[in-house]
Nanobody, 115 residues
Framework: QVQVVESGGGLVQPGGSLRLSCAAS????????MGWYRQAPGDKRELVAD???????NYADSAKGRFTISRDNAKNTVYLQMNSLKPEDTAVYYC?????????WGKGTLVTVSA
């Protein structure tokens, strides 16, 4: 069983930056994919960015050029660096780690972009 815990959310002004962290209790070395998703009130959960085991990454159009996903295997941690934040980035951000056919989700961290 893998426990996934997100952190790093908060209130930030438009144009600001945040770095989200996702700590996994078990080893993420054997993961198939890990990614960040977000869900704004009234909206469906959507992919923000993900990374496959080989290191390839995929970003939503809204995140390209502004967000960067990375991982630290030694710390069992996945990061999402978010720059040039916009009010429309406001959402609960979830981390998802997939190992085999099983996806493990965290409970989310709230990001609010507002002046």
């Amino acid at each position: 069983q893998v426990q996934v815990v997100e952190s790093g959310g908060g209130l930030v002004q438009p144009g600001g930056s945040l770095r989200l962290s996702c700590a996994a209790s078990g080893s993420i070395f054997s993961f198939n994919a890990m990614g960040w998703y977000r869900q704004a009130p009234g909206d469906k959960r959507e992919l923000v960015a993900d990374m496959l085991s080989g290191g390839s990454t995929n970003y939503a159009d809204s995140a390209k050029g502004r967000f960067t996903i990375s991982r630290d295997n030694a710390k069992n941690t996945v990061y999402l660096q978010m720059n040039s934040l916009k009010p429309e980035d406001t959402a609960v951000y979830y981390c998802r780690i997939k190992i085999g056919d099983i996806a493990y989700w965290g409970k989310g961290t709230l990001v609010t972009v507002s002046a």
